[in-house]
């Protein structure tokens, strides 16, 4: 290895080590920390992102890590929701431009679902921009009703456990009782698509004003995944909406099942993490 390849190795691992420090980062921010040069950061950012090491989320254009580190800030995703995001974004944003409503893709990331990016920015349409990363409620927002419903009523029953009096991740947020929700997750299995809680407003602190509807995006088999579609709550109603654009969301799902199923092969390396 020569002495160039040597000094680009070696700032390479420096951008890593920062990422892994100090979470999502900009350029700008990484130039702070590293003292690289930008031009130099974006060459090698370019080679991270090759090599799937690094990626850069649509939502935020914040660089992030997407392998595990010693010095992590707990923000890197296993392998294969890399391979998630690689594979269901592109989906994603093109349905976004079908239908103009942008798209968020969830994970089933234990007791919780997590957002892992969004088309958002990629909208005609202007609405809160969602956090990439933030826990989001599995049992109170469109894409855990999605995911619940596509799972058997034993394993809802333990989401309910595992969460129980938990006022942040659990039904007791909403005032609900395992029964009362169970009608919620039957209708949802009935309409063929996931909506959020009457009473759930989102995770920000204000009331978001947004509605969506949900499918699950079925990975190696397991529905631990969803895609949704966002809108102005006031601007129609679920059932209006899902007249208009369920055809395609369900598409778009179906779609980023098959490629995931095409490029990453459940024998071909560590499976997706199970519920």
């Not at 040069?37 to 991270?48: D, F, G, M």
């Not at 009457?198 to 995006?217: C, H, K, Q, S």
Request: charged share 20%.
């Amino acid at each position: 290895m020569t002495e160039l390849s040597n000094r680009s190795l070696d700032r390479g691992i420096v951008v890593l080590e920062s990422l892994a420090r100090n979470g999502a980062s900009s350029l700008a921010a990484l130039h702070k920390d590293t003292g690289i040069a930008k031009s130099t950061i974006r060459r090698l950012l370019a080679t991270l992102i090759s090599h799937r090491l690094v990626r850069r989320s649509v939502s935020d254009k914040l660089y992030r890590v997407t392998i595990a580190l010693p010095a992590g800030a707990g923000e890197s995703a296993p392998q294969e929701m890399s391979g998630l995001i690689d594979v269901a974004m592109p989906r994603a944003a093109e349905l976004t431009r079908q239908v103009e409503w942008p798209s968020d893709i969830h994970v089933l990331d234990g007791p919780c679902m997590r957002i892992i990016d969004s088309t958002r920015p990629l909208s005609p349409f202007h609405m809160y921009r969602g956090i990439i990363n933030r826990r989001i409620n599995l049992f109170g927002s469109a894409t855990g009703v999605a995911v619940l419903a596509a799972h058997s009523d034993r394993q809802i029953r333990e989401f309910d456990a595992i969460t129980r009096g938990n006022m942040s991740l659990g039904l007791a947020r909403f005032g609900v009782n395992f029964e009362r929700y169970m009608s919620e997750i039957e209708a949802a299995r009935a309409r063929g698509y996931g909506t959020r809680l009457g009473v759930y407003r989102g995770e920000t602190v204000l009331d978001d004003g947004l509605a969506a509807i949900a499918v699950p995006i079925f990975v190696h088999g397991e529905p631990n995944a969803a895609i949704s579609l966002l809108w102005p709550r006031a601007f129609q109603d679920a059932k209006g909406f899902a007249q208009a654009h369920l055809g395609p969301l369900k598409e778009t799902a179906a779609l980023i099942a098959e490629d995931m199923g095409r490029l990453f092969p459940p024998d071909g390396g560590p499976g997706w993490p199970r519920a």
